[in-house]
């Protein structure tokens, strides 16, 4: 399951992705709402943990919650913040949360709520996208397969070829895919990602993604 931690304190997004990455979920971070926002529209995550005090204002997480739920996002949410009355934790739960947790908290605190809020929300259900040549892509288990037969992606190899199938017709230049698969890091290659794409092309046998020469690449058409 794809999770997405909104958290602007490094320390403790770190934490938190290692501890969810550890128990299974496959982690996104953003350090503030605009980030986190868009994030959200582009990857179909089965949970949002949002820091309430973002570098947007003090309450900048709960306008993100309340954004994303007002553009259809249903994914479970979690709040996370030191304030911790009453009058705070209604908020967050009027704000589009389904939970509220106040630091510090312990890390296996997180975790049973995490578990008792996906229980509820029916967490193992699974989202398929199908793509050309009768490929199938799971996003909750993270597989591509067809005909019972599965693709061996690696985690960044999985994440372009979701990019792609995500907005089928778009084309995505070298850049873009950098800055969405590795926050801009400025020490990727552009040339990593032809890499990249003929590895799919060769682990699927199927040119899945198609190039356009002088802008980059797209999902491929059957």
Not at 31 to 40: F, I, N, V
Not at 94 to 102: P, R
Request: proline residues 4%.
């Amino acid at each position: 399951m794809r999770v997405l931690i909104v958290e602007d304190d490094p320390h403790i997004a770190e934490l938190l992705r290692d501890g969810l990455t550890e128990d299974g979920y496959d982690c996104d971070l953003a350090r503030s709402a605009a980030e986190g926002a868009e994030l959200a529209r582009l990857f179909p995550y089965g949970l949002l943990l949002l820091d309430v005090m973002l570098p947007e204002g003090i309450d900048a997480g709960y306008h993100l919650g309340q954004q994303l739920r007002a553009e259809g996002i249903a994914a479970p949410m979690i709040y996370l913040t030191a304030r911790g009355t009453v009058e705070d934790r209604v908020e967050g739960l009027e704000a589009g949360g389904d939970d509220y947790l106040v630091k510090p908290f312990a890390f296996r605190e997180l975790r049973a709520r995490i578990r008792a809020l996906l229980r509820r929300a029916g967490g193992n259900a699974q989202n398929a996208l199908t793509l050309p040549h009768g490929w199938v892509m799971d996003l909750g288990g993270r597989e591509l397969h067809r005909a019972g037969v599965r693709a061996d992606l690696t985690r960044r190899e999985f994440a372009l070829l979701e990019l792609l199938a995500l907005h089928p017709g778009r084309a995505f230049t070298r850049d873009e895919i950098i800055e969405r698969l590795w926050s801009g890091d400025a020490g990727v290659e552009p040339k990593v990602i032809d890499v990249y794409v003929s590895t799919v092309r060769r682990k699927t046998e199927d040119r899945l993604i198609e190039t356009l020469r002088g802008t980059g690449y797209r999902l491929g058409r059957a």
